[in-house]
């Protein structure tokens, strides 16, 4: 099995800065992209942030200027770095990973952390 635990959450005035982690363990053969995703009280998950291994990135119109993703391939690690967050950035942020499993040849699989909240408010 593949574990994603996230780090980093917390409480930020507006206009602050705050950084969240990800980290995947386990039986990884080959990490695929790697991404964010936030769920706000009421509202459906949406995505916020993707990352291939190249190193391509993807943002959500929302957040775009402000969060700059990134990993470290070594580590198996995604970041989130978030600058300028606002109000309506409050949600439970979720890492996502899709891989291919150790002796699961090419098939790929997707797994998802346990969320970390960030607070955005004065």
């Known amino acids: 099995q593949v574990q994603l635990v996230e780090s980093g959450g917390g409480l930020v005035q507006p206009g602050g800065s705050l950084r969240v982690s990800c980290a995947a363990s386990g039986s990884i053969f080959r990490m695929n992209a790697m991404g964010w995703y936030r769920q706000a009280p009421g509202k459906q998950r949406e995505l916020v942030a993707t990352i291939t291994t190249a190193g391509s990135t993807n943002y959500a119109d929302s957040v775009k200027g402000r969060f700059t993703i990134s990993r470290d391939n070594a580590k198996n690690t995604v970041y989130l770095q978030m600058n300028n967050l606002k109000p309506e950035d409050t949600a439970v942020y979720y890492c996502?990973?899709?891989?291919?499993?150790?002796?699961?040849?090419?098939?790929?699989?997707?797994?998802w952390g346990q969320g970390t909240l960030v607070t955005v408010s004065s």
């Open positions: 996502n990973a899709n891989y291919v499993r150790v002796g699961y040849g090419s098939r790929t699989t997707d797994a």
